[in-house]
């Protein structure tokens, strides 16, 4: 397998647990936050959906500028709103990422806020860190936060141990 049908592979195989987690956000529990510190639990899902884009924008583009405001999210009011949201940006991800090579992605893509650089890597390499990893380790919180709702939490990788029981 090519290093891109490999990240294609993986963008589709995971994108089903977040699809998984994204139903079960409760949406009389919007704005619920752990600690007076986290996002809200829309916010945070909002944030979960909106990275399935990353990928596609990383191998697109050479430079994201968040001050530019390009990535504002759409009015979220359902948790069908952050499943087409995900799937959506999943699909443009997987396509954007089927127009490319391998190496179009030694390439370098630069993250930055106005004048400040966030990140500078290879691109194939902000991939993984800002279109997956991120995507995961917010995907992760999402799982806590169901857990602290009480909302039984679907099995990713096996079964949970809500499904379990």
Do not use: C
């Amino acid at each position: 397998m090519t290093l891109i049908q490999d990240l294609v592979a993986e963008i589709e195989h995971e994108h089903a647990g977040t699809r998984k987690i994204l139903e079960r956000i409760p949406e009389d529990k919007f704005e619920w936050r752990p600690h007076e510190k986290s996002m809200t639990l829309k916010s945070l899902a909002t944030h979960v959906a909106m990275l399935s884009r990353m990928a596609g924008i990383i191998a697109t583009t050479e430079l994201l500028d968040l001050a530019d405001g390009a990535l504002k999210a759409p009015e979220i009011v359902s948790a069908k709103d952050l499943v087409s949201l995900s799937d959506k940006g999943t699909e443009e991800s997987v396509m954007a990422l089927k127009t490319k090579e391998d190496a179009d992605l030694r390439g370098k893509w630069t993250m930055r806020f106005g004048d400040r650089v966030i990140m500078q890597l290879p691109k194939a390499q902000a991939i993984r860190s800002m279109g997956l990893n991120h995507l995961y380790h917010h995907r992760a919180q999402l799982g806590v936060y169901l857990r602290l709702l009480d909302v039984p939490i679907p099995g990713l990788y096996g079964p949970s141990a809500d499904e379990r029981a």
